[in-house]
């Protein structure tokens, strides 16, 4: 649905809403998630995607509600993580607090912001002030489960109350921001340890919403609407837990007891609804006093009139009937079950089961099976796998020597659970061996016989992938299939779809797949992903042929007549068949958008049509993560080929942000890269000077994609590298040059590739080191090269600028000299001494090639005197050969400013040198 909504509304206010809910779904999921496990994971989706939404959708109309939420969102995960402590110790502890306190300080440091930005509205709406007032109130809540992961978490408190406490100020004593956030305070002082003191302001909002004078409160709900009475209870709804627990903090279960008697009256008098969560966990306080205070209930719950006693002999001088007296314990396992019933599949529901496991454990207590089998159910929500068995076998203990009837009723329900909870720690045999039992001993419930033959299935195919070719295992699954086809009709397609599955993953042979898909019956879960394959199975049986139009056919069926006929459309609750579907869809536009690809590679087809396919592919089908890289890939190329560079950018970028492993991504570079190559060498050869400029362009993509390319390479090749690093070079980023060069140099200096890593690689690593005027490291690497004269005539160059430094002509916008920037090299005499010999040589050199007093003879000759010239700073001796050499120039060329030396460059660098040894 969230699919279609987004392909719907692209832009916009609708477009907004849609990404907002994606994160909303999170949230909700994880309220709804029992297993803490699950439900923390959930969270952390919910608070990542909430961040991602708020940075990139600033102007969001949305956007303060998407704040809102991430920071309820927040706290729900920091209350989460504080239970998890109760049960943790050392590392994992330790690694809980790190956790929570940096999710949870991230979202106070958002609050201040948010808290902030409103009150420096002076013009606040009531709204807005609303607004102020919740976040100031989750912000000290926030504070408050932080302050409980600190060793010392005074100031957290400190800082926690101040919140609370100016919404009071700001809100008024009786106002609702005001009475919640009395029990803020509260809620501070239980957590630091002050529950006399808490309990006052618990006290106080109850108090407040619903006087204690029973004549008061019943003339006062007369004139107030049945809303503002049902308000009312809400506050004592939020005040009961907190009231409970400093009762029983301080010791006191009694006066306890007579506070959860007070909640049931008002509750059942008026017939008042609970709030979630507020007033479950009211009576799961309850339930827990009344359990350890034990005493006695007199009175009718229902009406709203029962009394807690500690003794039988002050109940029954009260309440003579029997039908007005019961156990303490006997309402609070009512309570428990009430809440369990009302809350199945969430932290209510699961605390409720484990308060019902607590008591039955206590003496006295006489239980059906039914809340035996709560007890075990809240066990296995704890993952407490080992307890939950053993809670399952005193149900079945209890069933023994019962009739026909109830062993049938109970048995296959509870060794279901049994089995469920030996494939939860991982144990296929035994949930094997329970399951076998079930379909074998116990069978007469139709659901449940269904359900255990799936279960024998499941264990003894895992059992049967894990241990190959042994006689009992083998045996096992045989029964699971004989029992998944007698009790289970849906699941005997699944075991002919499982069987296609394996011949076409295991055996390659797709023609006897396909045929096994089409066997496949259609009232199968899977049936649509049956469908779809065998249309995959043609595709992989028309490769060689490069013939797909019998795959194509079948997608094409399946995608636009299938799913658009009203016939096939799926109900609200078919949620299997929903997320089977999904699956069923994004292989069919996979393959068809593949076919497509292979199709125009050859000749035969239109990449536009790829492009239609698998365009958006990642968007639409975020679960297929390893078909959404590889449909990337494919679009990616197919955007190439019709010109569309900026698309092919655009669609990588995105690949490496959304796939940053992906298995396609270096392929794609390396790909991109070759074809960019094709047109580099187009462009660098044309004489157009537009081309040029397109020339250096093309050349910084070819590195970026060969770079990404080597990066994501398991085993990158040293062609690859060499050819990366060439590429640098040549657009002058010599750190990038460097940081390639090294790994190089590193990883290739032995073996095979010893020789080019000296012949090329030392070479040019010391230039990237030489041009950021890393002297020192440029020396050192090409000493060894010069001084064996294995080093080329540039490289020298370099190696005696590197030693003596050199000077760096500045030109202006339009290419004339401006000025000289001196560039300092390792110096000292011995360096200025090698240098000016190797000027030397280097001169004879070009002399040898290109004559005395040309150019390049000019350059090298001003190197070398301004070599000698820095040596004479040294050894003062020197100086009379650097002015000697350069009046030899002088008179060359007709004077002390050259003025017949007819390159400018090289006059204007004479004369600032004639300046310098002057």
Known sequence: MLARLEKEAKTGKVADDVQLLKCDIYAIGAARMSDRVKRDELLKKALLAYEQYIESHGGAENRPRAESSYVDAALNFGRSLSSSMDDAAGAELAAIKKDLQETLTKAVSKTAELVAALKANPSRTESEDRQLYELMMNRGALLVVIARSQDDGSFSFGQAKAAYEEVVDRSGDTSSAGLRSFIGIGDVNLAEGKPKEAVEFFLFVGDTAIPRDAAEWESQTKELGPEEVQRRFALLQLATPGVMQSLMASGDSARACGEGVRFLNVWNRYGLALVPPYGYQSLLEIVGALSEAGGFIGGDLKAGGIEWFSSAEALQAKFTQKRQQRSALDLALALAQQVNEDNRGNSLGARAQRLIGDLIQQPGVEVSPDILIEAARGKAGDRDFAGAIEAYKRVLNAVESTDPATRTLYGSKVLNAMGRAYMGMERPLEAALVFQEAVSNWLGDAEFDQLNSRGLYNAANALKRKIKGDALIDGLFAAAEAAVKQHDTIGAGEVLYMGALKIYENEKDFLKAREAYRAVPDNTASYEKALVYVGVCEYQLGRDKNDYSAAIRIFDDYLNKFLKDPLHALGAAETTKEAKRAEAVATAVFYWGLAEFNLADAGKGDWKKVVELLGGYEDRFPKQESFANAAMYRVILAQFKLGNQEAVDQIYEKMLTQFPNGKW????????????????????????????????????????????????????????????????????????????????????????????????????????????????????????????????????????????????????????????????????????????????????????KEGAWTPPWLELKFDQIYCIHLWSKVEGKIAADAKAQLRLLQTEYDGENFPNLQDAALKARFIWLAGQIQ
Not at 818 to 843: C, H, I, N, T, Y
Request: glycine share 4%.
């Open 665 to 848: 991504n270096g392929t794609a570079a390396l790909d991109i890269y070759a074809a960019l190559e094709t047109e580099y060498k187009r462009l660098k050869d044309s004489k157009e000077p537009a081309d040029q400029a397109k020339a250096k362009e093309a050349l910084r993509k070819m590195a970026q994609y060969l770079e990404v390319g080597n990066k994501n390479a398991s085993n990158p090749s040293f062609a690859n590298l060499r050819r990366e690093s060439q590429h640098w070079m040549d657009l002058q980023e010599w750190a990038k040059a460097e940081a390639l060069l090294a790994k190089l140099k590193a990883k290739f200096e032995t073996g095979a590739t010893a020789e080019d890593v000296r012949q090329y690689v030392l070479p040019d690593l010391a230039q990237a080191m030489f041009e950021q005027q890393k002297m020192a490291e440029a020396a050192d690497l090409l000493k060894p090269l010069v001084d064996e004269n294995k080093a080329s005539f540039k490289s020298v160059v370099i190696y005696a600028r590197a030693l003596s430094g050199y000077v760096i002509q500045v030109l202006d916008e339009n290419g004339r000299p401006r000025s000289m920037r001196v560039v300092p090299g390792v110096g000292g005499a011995d360096a200025f001494a090698k240098s000016a010999e190797l000027f030397d040589k280097l001169l004879g050199t070009v002399k040898n």
